[in-house]
């Protein structure tokens, strides 16, 4: 078993400059987005300087709140936070069937910043900021390019094509990241997609919860509910993410009628083991956040090095079926390649089939037969 998880303390009780606004206006504010900054924190290797200074020019923009900087070890390059945050010059590097789009999104387009790859749900992409760069991100071709929060007006002919198509009842509130917007601004949004009859469903994208905890106020909370029904898709992928803060963050939003359900990516070197999976899913669980998804990683370019190969999902799926209760286990998926869908893959169960019998295998190793009905 795990040791507890250590409660961590905010940062925000430690400020060095004086507060302007709510706490988490100060934490987007005073995100690291320097390599000197950066350097000031943690003890960098070449490479990771080389990175983050290669991401101060171009591609995918460096930027990581104190909160989830403070999270990240000083001294150890192999540390599961900085992996997901800190540059490093890997991201140089080409793999083979390297993307810049690798979900098609921009030939799924059907509106400015509406991506519709599915017949009942479609995905808004409100905003191209974070408050931390992942450096995994399915979306470096566009997050951080300096758009910023889309207008209602830019957002108009999305909406639009929404009223226009009744069999899009489901809405990804994406983007970027939807909770690093202004309340009013992200509710009006909300608003406007509430005001569509047949949107039934609205899903909110965000990784707040872990990396900004501090944004999931009751102000907000009380702005959206009313809009309600809304879903929180976030993405906590290691255990050392499962905070004081991100549970306070999680908590409000359930206990306010929010289904809170997680997407963990796979990531080598951070998260592709049973043991951290299990602790991760099992901490997720007591927060009643239900885990949803564990995506294999995109074909992104310049993430190879953070990629697992595909058996590894599988194989660690095999590992946690039957050793984790069933509402802690998540679906693999796999997001192919050119926006062609989503598959879910996982271990086979099933030995051998001839009419009227299967023979299973199941996790204890045994093979059994069902009978189908004559
Ligand atoms: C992933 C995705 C969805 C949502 O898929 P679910 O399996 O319903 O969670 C919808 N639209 C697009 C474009 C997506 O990439």
């Given at each position: 078993?795990?040791?507890?998880?250590?409660?961590?303390?905010?940062?925000?009780?430690?400020t060095e400059r004086p507060r302007r606004g709510p706490a988490w206006a100060d934490q987007v504010r005073r995100a690291v987005t320097t390599v000197a900054e950066l350097e000031r924190r943690l003890v960098l290797t070449p490479d990771e300087r080389a990175g983050a200074l290669r991401a101060e020019r171009a591609g995918l923009p460096l930027s990581i709140t104190p909160y989830y900087l403070a999270l990240a070890d000083r001294h150890d390059p192999a540390c599961p936070i900085r992996r997901q945050c800190v540059p490093h010059l890997d991201e140089s590097l080409a793999s083979p069937g390297d993307l810049d789009d690798p979900l098609g999104e921009k030939d799924h387009e059907v509106a400015p910043d509406l991506v519709r790859r599915y017949p009942d749900r479609a995905l808004l992409l409100a905003t191209d900021r974070c408050s931390v760069y992942c450096r995994f991100c399915t979306r470096s071709r566009m997050v951080g390019a300096g758009g910023g929060a889309r207008s209602l007006d830019h957002l108009a002919s999305a909406f639009a094509w929404l009223a226009e198509h009744p069999e899009v009842r489901d809405v990804i509130v994406s983007g970027g990241d939807p909770l690093v917007m202004a309340t009013e601004r992200l509710v009006s949004i909300v608003a406007r997609l509430r005001a569509i009859p047949t949107v039934e469903t609205?899903?909110?994208?965000?990784?707040?919860?872990?990396?900004?905890?501090?944004?999931?106020?009751?102000?907000?909370?009380?702005?959206?509910?009313?809009?309600?029904?809304?879903?929180?898709?976030?993405?906590?992928?290691?255990?050392?993410?499962?905070?004081?803060?991100?549970?306070?963050?999680?908590?409000?939003?359930?206990?306010?009628?929010?289904?809170?359900?997680?997407?963990?990516?796979?990531?080598?070197?951070?998260?592709?083991?049973?043991?951290?999976?299990?602790?991760?899913?099992?901490?997720?669980?007591?927060?009643?956040?239900?885990?949803?998804?564990?995506?294999?990683?995109?074909?992104?370019?310049?993430?190879?090095?953070?990629?697992?190969?595909?058996?590894?999902?599988?194989?660690?799926?095999?590992?946690l079926q039957g050793r984790l209760t069933g509402i802690a286990l998540p679906r693999l998926i796999v997001d192919t390649p050119g926006g062609m869908g989503k598959v879910p893959i996982g271990p086979d169960w099933i030995v051998s089939r001839s009419p009227g019998r299967t023979r299973l295998r199941t996790h204890r190793g045994v093979e059994v037969d069902y009978l189908d009905p004559r």
């Open positions: 078993m795990q040791a507890p998880l250590p409660l961590h303390r905010s940062p925000t009780a430690r609205i899903r909110l994208a965000t990784r707040a919860p872990v990396t900004l905890p501090q944004r999931v106020t009751a102000e907000l909370v009380r702005a959206l509910r009313p809009h309600h029904p809304i879903w929180v898709m976030t993405h906590f992928n290691h255990p050392r993410e499962l905070t004081e803060a991100a549970r306070r963050a999680c908590t409000r939003l359930v206990d306010a009628g929010f289904p809170v359900m997680n997407q963990t990516v796979l990531l080598a070197g951070i998260n592709d083991d049973a043991t951290t999976l299990e602790a991760l899913l099992r901490g997720l669980v007591r927060w009643r956040v239900r885990p949803y998804y564990l995506l294999q990683a995109d074909p992104v370019r310049g993430t190879g090095h953070l990629r697992t190969p595909l058996g590894r999902g599988i194989e660690l799926l095999e590992a």
